[in-house]
């Protein structure tokens, strides 16, 4: 694709529906006891692959290609059938690790493997748990990397510290406690996303929250929930951020979650000088969701570190190009769990925006922009890792010339994403 910047950017996007609630929203509806209708579902391939492997698994979803409402028609806690074949999670760590969750809870042989990008990521950090809730868990290269392969039940509850804020260990953690003997409890060093505790306990899960612990009780059934997808955050991260930092912008993103877990890349900007506002407050599908009106800002340096980080990780990327705008050095840090995305974040984004001019030094937990940094093209390769496509596609909006980027991938997450930003362009 090629892109460059537009003299005025001025759009009113509707992002499509946010991936964490689109996979969850399958997953768990899978397992109820009845019929569910899920709309604005994120048709991407990350949740494709979630959808396919629930069919394996025997589970009724009717979702014709390209419509924003599917129907799933759950199995009962126990009624997944073994899959015939291997499951397939594609490029989706989402779908693997919540289904390792679930499974370990199955008297089934499942075996699950995905992409080569997949297959390089950390599987150890939910199989080790799932082993001492006692599921028969294995794995590639010491029990450590997909393929995994599982003979699940007989669980007990287990009292997990987490070394990771990773919602998706999390999430496997409590879905295999659904079906565990006792209480089963995962506390974080710092909270993740809460989808999975606001969607269980909407079902009738036995789950409480008590700061960075959640526990979770077995059940003997969950209710279905037929719920409307709220806008990703992660998709609206791109616009709020070409939006900040080109010379002549107003940008409106409409339906976006603003649940506290996910916002922090709103409170980077804020903490950065970006003019943002919050409009039509409101809440969907169980949580909350604003339209978000950015413009034209001067940016100034800032750290970010700490409780931030869970709750901007996918964003974190991205703020590397603010920090190109900015007075001053930008730091992330305490960001290590970048380097284990679909590809390593902190070498992606070093490499790409590098190519393009910033001044960008790695570190082993994060990156130091030192700006402020004029873009200017280049011929970058996202390496088939989505949200490095989309911060290349924002860079190459913000600098003089033609930026050609490769690899992009950015059907994994949001497929409308080039016509989005070439009708913005226009606009
Ligand atoms: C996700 C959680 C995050 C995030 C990923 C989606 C989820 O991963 O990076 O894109 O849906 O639970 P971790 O929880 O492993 O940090």
New binding site residues.
């Given amino acids: 694709m090629i892109v460059n910047r537009p003299a005025r950017l001025r759009a009113n996007v509707h992002v499509p529906g946010d991936?964490?609630i689109s996979?969850r929203s399958l997953i768990f509806n899978a397992v109820a006891d009845g019929r569910a209708t899920v709309e604005q579902l994120l048709d991407s391939e990350d949740v494709r692959s979630t959808a396919a492997c629930l069919s394996a698994l025997g589970v009724e979803i009717e979702w014709p290609e390209g419509s924003p409402v599917a129907h799933v028609t759950g199995k009962g806690l126990h009624g997944l059938y073994e899959s015939e074949d291997v499951l397939d999670c594609g490029n989706s760590?989402?779908t693997m690790?919540l289904l390792t969750g679930l499974l370990s809870a199955h008297p089934l042989l499942s075996v699950l493997t995905g992409d080569t990008s997949l297959r390089s990521r950390p599987m150890a950090r939910v199989i080790s748990p799932m082993r001492k809730m006692g599921a028969h868990v294995h794995a590639r290269t010491g029990d450590t990397l997909a393929p995994i392969v599982i003979k699940g039940g007989g669980l007990s509850g287990i009292d997990y510290t987490s070394p990771?804020?990773?919602?998706?260990?999390k999430?496997a953690i409590l879905l295999a406690g659904l079906y565990a003997e006792g209480t089963t409890t995962v506390t974080e060093p710092e909270r993740?996303?809460d989808?999975t505790e606001r969607m269980l306990q909407a079902m009738g899960a036995g789950l409480t929250v008590d700061g960075r612990a959640v526990r979770i009780v077995p059940a003997t059934r969950l209710s279905p929930i037929s719920l409307r997808v709220p806008g990703d955050i992660?998709s609206a991260a791109p616009w709020l951020v070409l939006g900040a930092c080109h010379p002549d912008a107003e940008v409106v993103i409409h339906g976006v979650n603003t649940n506290p877990t996910r916002t922090g890349l709103l409170d980077i900007l804020h903490a950065m000088g970006a003019e943002i506002e919050l409009l039509e407050q409101r809440t969907t599908g169980g949580e909350p969701v604003a339209d978000l009106v950015v413009r034209t800002s001067r940016l100034d340096a800032a750290t970010v570190g700490g409780a931030l980080v869970?709750r901007a990780?996918?964003e974190l990327p991205l703020v590397a190009i603010l920090g190109c705008f900015a007075e001053g050095d930008t730091v992330v840090k305490d960001a290590a769990?970048l380097r284990t995305?679909e590809s390593d974040r902190v070498e992606a984004v070093v490499r790409t925006l590098g190519r393009m001019g910033a001044r960008i030094t790695p570190r082993d937990d994060g990156f130091v922009v030192h700006g402020p940094a004029s873009l200017h093209a280049a011929r970058v390769d996202a390496g088939g890792d989505h949200r490095i496509g989309m911060l290349a596609a924002v860079a190459g909006c913000l600098a003089q010339g033609d930026t050609r980027v490769g690899n992009d991938a950015v059907a994994v997450s949001y497929p409308e994403f080039w016509r989005h930003l070439r009708e913005a362009a226009q606009g």
């Fill in positions: 991936k964490s996979h760590g989402t690790r990771v804020a990773s919602a998706q260990v999430s993740s996303r989808h992660s869970p990780i996918d769990e995305k």
